[in-house]
């Protein structure tokens, strides 16, 4: 696995394997993404990126989230003015259709580490970038398709995969587990997402002293290590050590893991569920008919190209619902122990228990 390449992050990895020997997976994923010149300097998602994302999908994503949020703030017994924080923001998408459906007043901060997003966001009126969680805390936070990117390490073959280099390329090497890793026990081969842990214990410090809600939302693991992978003008990258800097790494999060590690550290986790049960819970159903009728109140008015758009639309939108898209992804609800569970949560969890 591995191939030449001249990009920067390369250089860096190059340099640092030289003096250290092979690098963990998780570093790897540091320099290739976040690091000087990495993949995610400038945000790489959108129809002219490498990869959507649900609020590119339809802008119905944005506004049944904002049903889902609005809750939670009802939850939290309506603080005027609320804090939502936006972790891995991006290009700025999710934020800017979500603030007008919010409840006011509302302060929204959109958090991202990349120079290029955080440029983007300052263009957003009534958001606030940043580039870290603020450390007085929120009151709702939502985390769209960032955990999968955190870095993770990797087990093949009751061995952990590192990194090295083969004269100018990328190469898998295996070593013993260390401590870190055997202290997960006997898990399975596959991903150990360490970033994505270490983030939710950032979310529990920060709940225990300012209570509050946080929306995790990712697509769910995959089993073994061939689990990961990368994105490339919307094509699915397998070598992902092939062009460091260049290309997405990736892996699906073991949402069942996480809502572990939060329950351990004093954060209530609800039951995961699929994202088609929440937005079904949250609406989804009902404004599909409601598009549905409109595509046909055109038809009559012999609007044929206002129909073919609402119909193209409504079409890209059962992708959010797909089980074999977008319809699978996980939702976990972490929250203060003294704040109560939303309705739509319990909707949610009778629809994915339902036959």
Known sequence: MGVPSDTEPADLLRAEIAATGPITFARFMELALYGDHGYYASPPVGPAGDFVTSPHVHPVF?????????????????????????????DGTLAAQLLPALPAPVDVVAVDVAPGALGSLAGIDGVTPADDLPADGWDVLIANE?????????????????????????????????DELTAFGDRP???????????????????????????????GAVSGPDAVHGYSSHRVVED??????????????????L?????????????VVDQRSALVALGFEAWF???????????????????????????????????AA???????????TELPAPVWLDRAIAHRSAP
């Open 189 to 219: 081969d596959g991903v150990v997402p360490i970033g994505a842990l270490g983030f939710v214990d950032r979310l529990a410090d920060a709940m225990a002293g300012r209570p509050g809600y946080a929306l995790l939302i990712d697509y």
């Open 62 to 90: 944005a506004e049944l989230l904002a049903r889902a949020l609005a809750e939670l703030h009802d939850g939290l017994g309506h603080p005027s003015p609320w804090r939502l924080v936006e972790a891995g923001a991006g």
């Open 326 to 336: 977008l319809g699978r992804f996980r939702w976990l609800l972490l929250a203060s």
């Open 146 to 178: 960032l955990l999968d990117n955190l870095p993770f390490r990797v087990v093949r073959d009751g061995r952990e995969v590192r990194v090295g280099v083969d004269g100018d390329a990328f190469v898998e090497t295996l070593v013993d587990l260390d």
């Open 240 to 257: 992902v050590l092939a062009a460091p800097g260049a290309t997405d790494v990736t892996a699906g999060v073991d949402m069942d893991l």
């Open 289 to 323: 008919h409601d598009q549905l009728a409109a595509q046909h109140r055109q038809l009559e008015e012999r609007d044929g190209l206002g129909a073919v758009r609402t119909w193209s639309a409504k079409s890209r939108a059962t992708l959010l619902v797909d089980p």
């Open 259 to 271: 809502a572990e590690r939060a329950r351990a550290r004093g954060v209530h986790a609800s039951p």
